[in-house]
């Protein structure tokens, strides 16, 4: 895995960014469409609202997957952001939703034993076969 840049202003060294689980995305998806109004566009910030660094979420995936996972730092990319993460306020007030699913480690433990019972994505498994 590569990582770009750890000389920003943050505890790490790394970037900050907002991770979602995918059932909270499908989740704001579906009360918005409930919601959703003729002639009326609605636009929402979905995120939970708090950042998690980039070492965070490697050393999280480690820890969901069991994998010593090798990691190579890069120079950082020019225009990245130190930190970026939603402001869901918004769809909080609006749609009265909000994520639920924010233990980043259990997310990525979830996701990761779903692919690998799955390992070829929503086709049959070769464990079903």
Sequence with gaps: MQVRGTDYKTADGTCI???IDVTDLVDAHVKALEKAQPSKVGIYNVG???GSSVKQFVEACKKATGVDIKVEFLPR???DYAEV???PRKIKRELDWSAKYTDLQQ???IAWR???SHRDGYGVSNELR
């Design 17 to 19: 960014r907002d991770y």
């Design 48 to 50: 939970t609202g708090k």
């Design 77 to 79: 990319r020019p225009g």
């Design 114 to 116: 779903w692919q690998k």
């Design 85 to 87: 993460y939603s402001d």
């Design 107 to 109: 997310s990525l433990r």
